[in-house]
């Protein structure tokens, strides 16, 4: 339990800043995107010595629409503490009872009312007393928390100070959308496109150009300026 926790909103997104139509991803299945999506979010920086008492992970912080849009079969993200915002908590949590998600082998799921309370239980997580309750297995340290969408989520998440850095995959091509990331980074004077050598630090990847299906895109950080 130290510092408060920062967010990082991850996305990829069309050239109009598209990321979303139907409730599903733009674009056909882009596989090595979806690789990098995983690894990100997943990778805790440092934890690759044993030197460790108590499991470290990263925590997503979704919108119910985008865990709706997420594979049965990859729900919970593995790995991940995984955290749905709903207006309907209740209903929510009554659902993954019937469905019998957040159970054994996976990440483990958490309900929250906004993207605020979500964090808050995220710092449960990291409170000095969260490692030695009776429960400490099912609550590893949270390092990294990314935001993973939708629309709505990513601009409460982009009013919240404790919002320090996106992770954008710019798609290189138009694909016909209905939802879109409301902030044009590279013309905002809040934020500053980061080196690729930061990129690669930060991310642990190492950072290129990128083309699959004659799609090409590029891995972007950006940071908020002070
Ligand atoms: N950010 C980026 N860069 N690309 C994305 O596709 C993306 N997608 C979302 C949020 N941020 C993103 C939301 N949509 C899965 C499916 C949809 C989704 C996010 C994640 C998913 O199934 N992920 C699995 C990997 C599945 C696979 O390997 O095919 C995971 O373990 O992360």
Redesign the pocket.
């Known amino acids: 339990g130290k510092q408060p926790l920062a967010l990082t909103l ?3 997104a069309t050239p109009s800043l598209g990321i979303g139509r139907a409730g599903a ?1 733009p674009w056909p ?3 090595k ?6 690894r990100v ?2 990778r805790v920086p440092g934890s690759a010595s044993a030197s460790r008492g108590n499991q470290r992970c990263n925590a997503v912080v ?1 919108g119910r629409k ?1 865990w709706d ?3 049965p079969r ?2 919970p ?2 790995g991940r503490v995984n955290v749905v915002v709903t207006r309907s908590p209740g209903e929510f949590t009554a659902r993954l009872e019937e469905e019998g998600s957040g159970k054994e082998g996976h990440g483990k799921v958490e309900v929250a009312g906004s993207v605020g309370e979500a964090l808050e239980v995220l710092r449960a997580y990291n409170a000095p007393s969260a490692s030695s309750a009776p429960d400490a297995e099912d609550r590893p340290e949270i390092e990294r928390v990314f935001v ?3 629309a709505t989520i990513y601009d409460a998440a982009m009013e919240l100070a404790q919002t320090e850095r996106v ?1 954008l ?1 710019k798609i290189e091509e138009e694909y016909e959308c209905d939802t879109f990331f409301s902030v044009d980074l590279a013309e905002d004077q809040g934020w500053r496109k980061c080196e690729k050598g930061e990129v690669e630090e930060w991310t642990g990847e190492k950072i290129e150009s990128v083309e699959e299906k004659g799609v090409r895109f590029e891995f972007e950080m950006y940071e908020r300026v002070e």
């Open positions: 991850i996305l990829a991803l299945q882009l596989r995107e979806m690789a990098y999506f995983r979010t997943s979704m985008t849009s997420i594979p990859f729900r993200l593995e993973i969408g939708g992770l995959t």
